[in-house]
C-alpha cells in the first residue's frame, strides 16, 4: 500500500456518481407504488393455489395453536413452497439460521432431482422440514466432545420463508433452528423461542388472573413479545475500506488522528442525507420490502458518516430474524453502491459509536400492549406492576442482562461516555418514578399538572410534555409505551439479549402469579393485591431505577454505594454465564440447560479472544510494514533537510525539533509494538477466561497506547506520506 494508492483511491471517489437503481415497476415501466411490491418474496401459504382452504386452516392452527403438523399437510406446504419459489425463478434452496457465533448460516441445495432418469424441480416435507449441515465448522463450545458431532436444522414456522434475490440468482430462505442430535441448542433463535415461550405464558396468566371482567369472552389467549431494532451503522467508500487492513480482518480502525471537526458541531445529526447515501438508502429499503421488513424510519447519526434504520415493530422472534436480514443487507447493497458498512460498535476512536436500540414490549391477543400507560397510569394498577415487575427483572438479573451485551466491539461503547454505562440501570422517567415512589412510601400520588410543554408561541399545537424525555445516557429506558434497551451493540444478535429480557421478567411474573394466586382468595379486591405488588417490588428494587446523568462519575460512585454491579469488560461479564446461582432463572425455566450455557461461555470467551488476537496481530503487522517505513522515510527527509539548511548556512532549529520528536515516537512505538509481540507469541493462539482477563488488564491497554503514539505520528507526518486512509478521508467525503 502506499500513499499513491490512497489519493487514487480519493481521486476514484471524486468520478464516481450516484449508482441509479431501478425501482421495480411494471410491465410498462410505471413506478409500483410499495404496497405494491411489499413482501413479493416472502412466502404466504394463504395465497398459494395449491393449498385448499381447509390446509390454510390447519396449517395456521400448527402455527398458532401448535397443533401437530401431519406429515400430509408438510408434503402439501413444501409443494406449494416450492411451486412459488420456482415460478419466481429460484432454483436452490437453504435452511438459514444462527449459529452462536452471532452471524446467520446457510447451506444451500438445488430442487434438481431425478425421477425415473428425468430430471425435475423436488422439494420434500423433510427437506423442508429438517437438514443436517456439516455442522463440525461451528462453535459448539465443547459439545461435540460429549455428544455427538452432528448438528440438525429445523424449520421454524413461526419465521416467514423468503426469497433472497441476487442479480444473479435467488435462494429460497428457510428459517430453521440448530440443535445437536440430542436437541442441545446450537444457535440463537431457539433458546430465543423457549423465552418467547415461557413469557407468553407468564404473561397471559398474570393478566386472566388481573383481569376485573369476569367474562369468558374477555380471556385473554396469548401474549406475544414485540420487538423492534434501530440499527446503526458507518458508512465509507469502499476504495478506502481496502486501504485499511485494521477494517478489513477486524472492522474497526486500530489508530487514527483526530479530525479538527469530529461531531463537536453536531451538525450531522438529523442533516441532510448526502444524495449517495440517499440513493443507497432507498435501494436498502426496496429490498427490504421485497422481503416484508417495513423499514420505517432512516436517518443520520451522530456521529460524521454514520446512519441509522428503524423497522416497524413485529412479534420478537420474526423482528430478531429481521435484524439479521437487515445488516445483511445493509452491507450487501452498500458494495453496489461503492461503500462498505460497518456494523461494529466502534469503528472509529474517539467518535460516537454504534448500538441497537432494542425496543421491546408485550402485547396481549385482545390488542393491549401492557407497557401502555393510559391517561391515567396513576390508576392503571396493572400497568404499574407491570412496571414494577420489569424494576425487579432488572434488579434481579442485571448482571446477566449486562453478560448478554457483552462482546468485544461493545467493549469500547460501554462507559465510553457516549453509550450507556456498563452498569445496568433502569430510567423511568419523571412522572412515572414519581408515582411508584409516592405508592412505595404509602402516599396517594397527586398530579402536579405539569404535563404541557410551554412553547410561548400560539402557533404552535400545545405539545403535551414527553414524560418520558429522552434520556440517552440510560442502558434501559422506559420511552412511553416500550422499554428500550440501548446497551445492545450494533453488531450483536439481539437474540441473546431478548432470550435473556425475557426470562428475567418471566421470572419476577411467574413468583408474582403464585402470590396473585394466594392473595386474590383472601382478597378479592384485584387493584388493592395490584397496589400492594407494586409497593413492594417498588421498594425491593429501586436501587436500580436511575434517571440521572449515566456518563459521569458522580454515577458509577453512587451505583457502587447502592451495590449495582459493574461490569466493564467481556471478560468480567462473561464470567457470570459460569456463575450456577446467578443463572438458576434460566436453567430452571428451561431456557438453557446448565450443558449449554458452558456451551455459550466456551463460545463466547473463544470468539472475545479470537477478535482481539487478531487485532493485535494487525496492528504489530501495519505498524511492521506500513507505519515504520514511513516514519524512517519521514526522518531521512528531515534529515537530509538539516543538512541543506546547514550547508547554506540556515539554522535547521525547528527541523531539528520535529526530528527528535519523531525519533522519540519511533522509539516508543517499537519498545511498545515488541511488547506486545512478546503477549502475542506467548498467548496469541489461546482462548481461555485467563487470556481474556488479560487482555483486559494488560494487552488492550497496551495496544491503546500504541495508539495514542500512532495518532501523534500521523498528526506531525505530512499527508501524502501517511500510508493509510485518515478519518478525515474515511468519515468526510461522501
Ligand atoms: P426513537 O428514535 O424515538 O427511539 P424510532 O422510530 O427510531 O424511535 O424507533 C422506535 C422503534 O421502537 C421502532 O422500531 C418501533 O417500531 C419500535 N416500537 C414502537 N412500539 C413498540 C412496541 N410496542 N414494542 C416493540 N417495539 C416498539
Ligand atoms: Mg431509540
Same mark, same amino acid.
Given at each position: 500500500m502506499s500513499s499513491d494508492v490512497r489519493s487514487n483511491a480519493k481521486l476514484e471517489l471524486f468520478k464516481r456518481n450516484t449508482r441509479v437503481f431501478n425501482v421495480p415497476t411494471n410491465v410498462n415501466g410505471t413506478p409500483l407504488k410499495v404496497s405494491e411490491y411489499y413482501g413479493i418474496n416472502v412466502f404466504d401459504f394463504n395465497k398459494s393455489d395449491i393449498l385448499t382452504k381447509s390446509d390454510k386452516k390447519n396449517i395456521s392452527d400448527v402455527i398458532n395453536k401448535r397443533t401437530e403438523l401431519t406429515k400430509e399437510l408438510a408434503e402439501k406446504y413444501a409443494n406449494s413452497v416450492l411451486n412459488w419459489a420456482t415460478s419466481r425463478g429460484v432454483t436452490h434452496f437453504t435452511h438459514w439460521f444462527q449459529p452462536m457465533t452471532g452471524a446467520t448460516a446457510e447451506k444451500h441445495d438445488a430442487f434438481l432431482s431425478f425421477e425415473a432418469g428425468e430430471p425435475i424441480e423436488k422439494l420434500s416435507a423433510s427437506q423442508l422440514i429438517q437438514g443436517e449441515p456439516d455442522a463440525s465448522s461451528f462453535p459448539n463450545g465443547g459439545a461435540r466432545s460429549t455428544f455427538e458431532a452432528r448438528g440438525y436444522t429445523s424449520w421454524d414456522l413461526s419465521s416467514p420463508i423468503f426469497i433472497r434475490e441476487n442479480e444473479n440468482g435467488s435462494t429460497l430462505c428457510i428459517p430453521t433452528a440448530f440443535v445437536s442430535y440430542f436437541g442441545d441448542a446450537l444457535d440463537i433463535k431457539t433458546p430465543l423461542l423457549r423465552s418467547i415461550t415461557q413469557l407468553n405464558k407468564a404473561a397471559t396468566k398474570f393478566l386472566n388472573l388481573t383481569n376485573n371482567s369476569k367474562r369468558s369472552a374477555d380471556e385473554i389467549e396469548y401474549v406475544d413479545v414485540t420487538a423492534g431494532c434501530e440499527q446503526e451503522y458507518f458508512l465509507i467508500d469502499k476504495g478506502l475500506f481496502y486501504e485499511r487492513p485494521d477494517l478489513v480482518m477486524g472492522g474497526r +480502525? &486500530?489508530?487514527?488522528? *483526530? +479530525? *479538527?471537526?469530529?461531531?463537536? &458541531?453536531?451538525?450531522? =445529526?438529523? @442533516?441532510?442525507?448526502?444524495d449517495r447515501v440517499m440513493a443507497y438508502m432507498q435501494e436498502v429499503e426496496v429490498e427490504l420490502y421485497k422481503v416484508g421488513v417495513p423499514a420505517k424510519t432512516r436517518h443520520n447519526e451522530v456521529a460524521p458518516g454514520q446512519f441509522e434504520l428503524a423497522p416497524i415493530f413485529g412479534k420478537a422472534n420474526v423482528a430478531a430474524d429481521q435484524n439479521q436480514v437487515i445488516m445483511a443487507t445493509l452491507q450487501s447493497v452498500a458494495l453496489k453502491h461503492g461503500f462498505v458498512c460497518l456494523l461494529h460498535e466502534k469503528p472509529f476512536a474517539g467518535i460516537n459509536g454504534s448500538g441497537k436500540h432494542l425496543n421491546w414490549s408485550m402485547s396481549a391477543s385482545n390488542g393491549l400492549n401492557l407497557l401502555e400507560p393510559t391517561k391515567t397510569p396513576q390508576t392503571n394498577y396493572r400497568f404499574l406492576a407491570v412496571i414494577a !415487575?420489569?424494576? /425487579?427483572?432488572?434488579?434481579?438479573?442485571? $448482571? *446477566?442482562?449486562?453478560? $448478554?451485551i457483552a462482546s468485544h466491539g461493545n467493549d469500547h461503547r460501554l462507559g465510553a461516555n457516549e453509550a450507556p454505562p456498563s452498569i445496568i440501570s433502569i430510567f423511568l422517567g419523571d412522572t412515572l418514578t414519581k408515582i411508584l415512589e409516592a405508592y412505595a412510601d404509602g402516599k396517594e400520588y397527586t398530579d402536579d399538572n405539569e404535563g404541557f410543554l410551554d412553547l410561548r408561541a400560539d402557533q404552535v399545537a400545545r405539545l403535551v410534555k414527553d414524560n418520558t424525555d429522552r434520556?440517552? +445516557?440510560?442502558?434501559?429506558?422506559?420511552? @412511553?409505551?416500550?422499554? /428500550?434497551?440501548?446497551?445492545? @451493540?450494533?453488531?450483536?444478535?439481539?437474540?441473546?439479549?431478548? +432470550?435473556?429480557?425475557?426470562? $428475567?421478567?418471566?421470572?419476577? !411474573?411467574?413468583?408474582?402469579? /403464585?402470590?396473585?394466586?394466594? #392473595?386474590?382468595?383472601?382478597?378479592?379486591?384485584? #387493584? /388493592?393485591? &395490584?397496589?400492594?405488588?407494586?409497593? #413492594?417490588? =417498588?421498594?425491593? *428494587?429501586?436501587k436500580v431505577v436511575f434517571n440521572g446523568d449515566g456518563y459521569g462519575q458522580e454515577w458509577v460512585d453512587e451505583a457502587a454505594k447502592r451495590g449495582l454491579p459493574n461490569l466493564r469488560t467481556s471478560a468480567d461479564a462473561l464470567k457470570v454465564i459460569q456463575d450456577a446461582p446467578a443463572n438458576t432463572f434460566l436453567t430452571k425455566l428451561g431456557i438453557y440447560s446448565p450443558a449449554e450455557l458452558e456451551m455459550r461461555f466456551n463460545v463466547r470467551v473463544e470468539r472475545y479472544c479470537m477478535h482481539r488476537s487478531i487485532e493485535f496481530s494487525t496492528l504489530v503487522n501495519i505498524i511492521n510494514k506500513d507505519i515504520i517505513p514511513c516514519v524512517i522515510e519521514h526522518k531521512n527527509k528531515v534529515a537530509n533537510a538539516i543538512n541543506s539548511q546547514k550547508s547554506a548556512g540556515v539554522d535547521p532549529k525547528s527541523d531539528i525539533s520535529v526530528l527528535s520528536k519523531t525519533n522519540d515516537l519511533l522509539n516508543t512505538l517499537v519498545t511498545d509494538k515488541e511488547k506486545l509481540e512478546e503477549y502475542l507469541d506467548k498467548h496469541g493462539s489461546s482462548h481461555d477466561i485467563a487470556y481474556a482477563e488479560l487482555i483486559a488488564a494488560e494487552i488492550l491497554p497496551l495496544s491503546e497506547k500504541i495508539a495514542d503514539t500512532l495518532a501523534d505520528l500521523e498528526s506531525c507526518i505530512s499527508d501524502d506520506m501517511w500510508p493509510l486512509p485518515t478519518y478525515y478521508d474515511m468519515l468526510f467525503i461522501k
Open positions: +480502525t &486500530l489508530f487514527g488522528a *483526530s +479530525t *479538527s471537526r469530529n461531531q463537536q &458541531l453536531d451538525d450531522h =445529526y438529523f @442533516g441532510l442525507v448526502p !415487575m420489569i424494576c /425487579e427483572a432488572v434488579n434481579r438479573h442485571g $448482571a *446477566s442482562l449486562r453478560t $448478554a434520556n440517552r +445516557t440510560s442502558p434501559f429506558a422506559f420511552t @412511553g409505551n416500550k422499554f /428500550e434497551f440501548r446497551a445492545v @451493540g450494533s453488531s450483536a444478535n439481539v437474540g441473546i439479549p431478548m +432470550t435473556i429480557l425475557n426470562a $428475567a421478567v418471566t421470572d419476577v !411474573m411467574n413468583d408474582i402469579n /403464585e402470590r396473585l394466586e394466594k #392473595d386474590l382468595e383472601s382478597n378479592s379486591n384485584i #387493584d /388493592e393485591v &395490584l397496589l400492594q405488588i407494586v409497593k #413492594d417490588l =417498588y421498594n425491593n *428494587s429501586k
